[in-house]
């Protein structure tokens, strides 16, 4: 089978162990990376004249990728996530819409064509702070912070006014992410630091990572479902009544779990 990897980075180790694990195996394995180059993506698709791969595991988000994975799609070819799936991942505000539709527990969202929208004044409804604020469009350097107040959120819209975002509530915590990833039905577990805040105080190792309640496993999986993916990942919280999700991230950098590369190579030559 011809397996394409979508992606600027080869040499990720989740992407590298699982191509040298299908190159093992006999397969032909290639790297695409959609931004490049100059030109149309499509014309370094194949070559050598052979056509498109049967597969391409789509790791780039930007724009370039999702147009060529569309294109690909349009043509015949398996593509993980699709590109559907993927674009949904990256708008904050339509995730949030599904997820609520869905019952999938988040925090209240709501979403703001510009930051400076979210000052008070004017007539605006004052916030519940602490709250969360993110870019609409996840991206690499995107915004994620946390405002305790007027003053915090001012500072913010000073330096990202015309930034499109959306406003949730935060959600108290330990410190600790716990960050579920999911290939192809197989959960897969870490901690990780929250983004914003300070850990705990005498905190400094990441708790171990033992078997979470089903209630955590079984809210992983179904935003598989409700969001159409293949290759995800999951950040949850514990807040009282049971785990909440903080964010839903398409084929993210998953990096440490054994067994993942194994994984990820039986999806890509798993048959539709």
């Given at each position: ?80 996530n699709s590109a ?81 975002v959306v406003l ?17 039905g197989e959960v ?85």
């Open positions: 089978m011809r397996v394409c990897l979508l992606t600027d980075k080869p040499d990720h180790p989740l992407l590298a162990a699982t191509a040298a694990l299908l190159a093992g195996a006999g397969h032909r394995v290639t790297f695409l990376d959609p931004d490049a180059g100059p030109g149309d993506p499509w014309e370094r698709i194949a070559p050598d004249g052979r056509g498109p791969a049967e597969v391409y595991l789509l790791k780039a988000h930007t724009p370039a990728a999702l147009a060529l994975a569309r294109r690909l799609e349009a043509h015949g070819a398996r593509v993980v559907a799936a993927t674009e949904l991942c990256q708008d904050r505000g339509r995730l949030a819409e599904v997820a609520d539709a869905a019952a999938l527990p988040m925090p209240r969202t709501r979403t703001l064509a510009a930051l400076s929208d979210a000052l008070p004044g004017a007539g605006r409804p004052e916030h519940r702070y602490p709250l969360m604020v993110k870019s609409r469009h996840s991206r690499r350097a995107d915004l994620v912070a946390r405002a305790d107040g007027p003053d915090a959120l001012r500072e913010l819209a000073a330096a990202w006014p015309d930034e499109p949730q509530d935060f959600v108290p915590n330990s410190g600790w992410d716990h960050k579920l990833w999911v290939i192809s897969f577990t870490a901690v990780r630091p929250t983004p914003v805040g300070a850990l705990p105080r005498g905190a400094h190792d990441a708790p171990l990572v033992r078997d979470l309640p089903s209630a955590w496993t079984g809210t992983a999986l179904r935003a598989g479902e409700v969001f159409g993916l293949d290759v995800y990942g999951v950040d949850l919280l514990d807040r009282e009544g049971g785990p909440v999700v903080v964010d839903v991230n398409a084929f993210p950098g998953i990096r440490g779990p054994q067994g993942a590369p194994a994984a990820l190579a039986a999806l890509a030559l798993r048959r539709p």
